[in-house]
């Protein structure tokens, strides 16, 4: 497999990592400002607006995929995240609470979007003897990612002692290595 599949599947971990991290990131912002009486609120809103996406709008990522570059999409996608990260960054540090929601929503619906180009265009870049193996990498690396990104909020939820300006600060890094590593796919 060769450089332009591994940096795909680093971009896709990365992706994976920053989703999740940030989805915890708002459950602890959202529960710290409203109250631990709310959790199972947040929890349940958090991950319906974190799902919703996928099913509402993979099937467009499908149709951008088929009519557009999937590179291109590839790093539209990482560049919008940076900015949406960023906007998050702002509604974190002026508390603009329920609102971030909104941001959640826009994340995952430009992973909804990228999905299917991450997908189908690994056959462009593998062998068709190389097609299965490379995309158990990149399962294998999109639940590390997950994992690794649910683990991360926590540790930084500790380490910060709660400043979600700092952990939106690992979001937007992360955003702009994935950003990065895309940009260098060919």
């Given at each position: ?12 971990f990365l ?93 995952t619906s ?77």
């Open positions: 497999m060769g450089r332009s599949f591994s940096l795909l599947n680093a971009v896709q992706d994976a990592l920053n989703e999740n991290l940030f989805k915890y990131i708002v459950v602890y912002f959202l529960i710290f400002y409203q109250g631990h009486k709310n959790t199972s609120t947040i929890m349940a809103l958090t991950g319906a607006i974190f799902i919703l996406p996928f099913i509402l709008f993979s099937s467009l990522g499908g149709l951008f995929a088929d009519r557009f570059s999937k590179t291109k999409i590839i790093k539209k996608t990482r560049f919008m995240q940076i900015a949406l990260m960023t906007l998050a960054l702002l509604f974190v540090a002026f508390r603009l609470g329920n609102l971030i929601y909104l941001i959640l929503f826009v994340v430009l992973s909804a979007i990228f999905g299917p180009s991450k997908y189908g265009i690994i056959s462009e870049l593998v062998t068709k003897k190389e097609l299965l193996k490379a995309n158990g990498y990149i399962a294998a690396f999109t639940f590390f990612g997950i994992i690794l990104g649910t683990a991360l909020a926590s540790l930084l939820d500790t380490l910060t002692h709660q400043t979600f300006t700092f952990m939106m600060i690992a979001c937007i890094a992360i955003s702009i290595l994935g950003t990065f590593l895309s940009c260098l796919m060919d």
